[in-house]
């Protein structure tokens, strides 16, 4: 499955954002997920995850401003973004914690002081 992350944009520091991340109930009920931010230059790196179960663990450079969740409906996994900082920029994507598949196309996200 490639899955496609969306809800980027240009924001100042400060501002929020919200990217989704569209899938099947039943997939999302088998894999724990994860978002994964890529910064201009650097690899991508897992931000958050969310578990089957429900628990979500955000990186620590994130944590008090992220948020990882899911709709009701288990079709639509969520990233809330407050207080966005520079160094947030990058892109974006959604994948499978455990062995990701092909990845998607990510969202970018650009903030500015």
């Known amino acids: 499955v490639q899955l496609q992350a969306s809800g980027g944009g240009s924001v100042q520091a400060g501002g929020s954002l919200r990217l989704s991340c569209v899938a099947t109930?039943?997939?999302?009920?088998?894999?724990?997920m994860a978002w994964y931010h890529q910064a201009p230059g650097k690899q991508r790196e897992p931000v958050g995850v969310?578990?089957?179960?429900?628990?979500?663990i955000v990186a620590d450079s994130v944590s008090g401003r992220f948020t990882i969740g899911m709709d009701n409906a288990r079709v639509t996994m969520y990233l809330q973004m407050n207080d966005l900082k520079p160094e947030d920029t990058g892109v974006y994507y959604c994948?499978?914690?455990?062995?990701?598949?092909?990845w998607g196309r990510g969202t970018l996200v650009t903030v500015s002081s």
């Open positions: 109930e039943r997939f999302f009920s088998n894999n724990d």
């Open positions: 969310i578990t089957v179960a429900g628990s979500t």
């Open positions: 994948n499978r914690r455990w062995r990701p598949d092909t």
